[in-house]
Structures are given as structure tokens and as C-alpha cells.
């Protein structure tokens, strides 16, 4: 499928493969978030240990995480790396 631009009231976006790319939110740095919660995190739970693993070896197997893990890994992040 080709790539099309489209002018809206803001400007220009393209359109790749049917997607807005105008309006997509960067992508978290997944890789980084992993690294540093495993090298870095004070005081995990069993819980969060036992998640932190899984989708590390799910990110390594697929390179895919959903918005949800996503969003649990940020909280994780956020409240357990100094």
C-alpha cells in the first residue's frame, strides 16, 4: 500500500498504510524500562518480579507487548527505579 499526505487544518500529515501518523504517540522505550527494572528496581514484589521476567522473555520471543503490560511496566518503572 502507498503512502498518501493529506492537508488538515493543522498541516500536512501522512498517512502510512491506512495509519494517521500525525497523530501517533511515541513509542515508549521499552527496551530501556526493561533493562532498568531488572538492573536498577528497589523492593519488587514477588509479583512484579514474576511479571518483569515474563515479559522480558515475552519482549525477547516477539518484540510485542500490550498497552496494558505497557502501562504496568511504566508504573513499575516509574515508582521502583531511583
Not at 493529506?6 to 501522512?14: A, D, L, P, Y
Not at 515508549?28 to 526493561?34: A, T, V
Not at 515479559?55 to 507487548?65: E, H, P, T, Y
Amino acid at each position: 500500500m502507498k503512502n498518501q499526505k493529506r492537508e488538515t487544518g493543522e498541516g500536512e500529515v501522512t498517512i502510512v498504510h491506512g495509519l494517521d501518523m500525525g497523530k501517533q504517540e511515541p513509542k515508549p522505550d521499552i527496551e530501556g524500562w526493561l533493562d532498568a527494572v531488572a538492573h536498577q528496581a528497589r523492593n519488587l514484589t514477588k509479583w512484579e518480579e514474576g511479571f518483569i521476567e515474563s515479559i522480558s522473555d515475552q519482549w525477547g520471543r516477539s518484540g510485542f507487548l500490550s498497552e496494558r503490560q505497557i502501562e504496568i511496566l511504566e508504573r513499575i518503572y516509574a515508582e521502583k527505579v531511583p
